[in-house]
């Protein structure tokens, strides 16, 4: 299946995963989707993801976390903000702050793919991919 937003379409899949209550949910691989899903598990909103390598791309599988038993998932909301048609870009004293602080961007810079944090203690901006709160 050809997907012409993959960063989107990851997003998609954890938040229908979510609404469906499913402990784990499988995307196809790739570097960007690697560097989202550690920082997913770096901030708390996931409980784990590992690396299958099937002899082809490859797949992540995402262990989701969930408050009370399944009642509500950790992650609240995601939202893709850059997209194919309309990048969005912004400089290290314009980084967003999703919620005020509670939710986090996640930005794509010459280092790599941050959160906003990351990009403000390192004086960098670059293109905002997303918000997770």
């Excluded at 989107?8 to 949910?25: G, P, S, Y």
Aim: aromatic letters at 4%; charged letters at 25%.
């Amino acid at each position: 299946m050809v997907v012409n937003d993959p960063i989107a379409d990851m997003l998609t899949r954890i938040r229908n995963a979510q609404i469906a209550k499913h402990d784990t949910v499988t995307i196809p691989a790739s570097s960007a989707k690697k560097a989202i899903a550690r920082i997913l598990l770096d901030e708390g909103y996931i409980k784990n993801y590992e690396n299958i390598d099937d002899g082809v791309q490859g797949q992540i599988k995402l262990t989701l976390k969930y408050v009370n038993d399944k009642q509500q998932p950790v992650i609240a909301g995601l939202k893709r903000i850059s997209k194919p048609g309309l990048r969005r870009y912004a400089k290290s004293d314009a980084l967003p702050m999703p919620l005020g602080g509670l939710g986090i961007a996640i930005i794509s810079t010459s280092s790599g793919l941050l959160t906003q944090k990351e990009c403000l203690d390192r004086g960098i901006g670059g293109e905002i991919v997303a918000f997770v709160w």
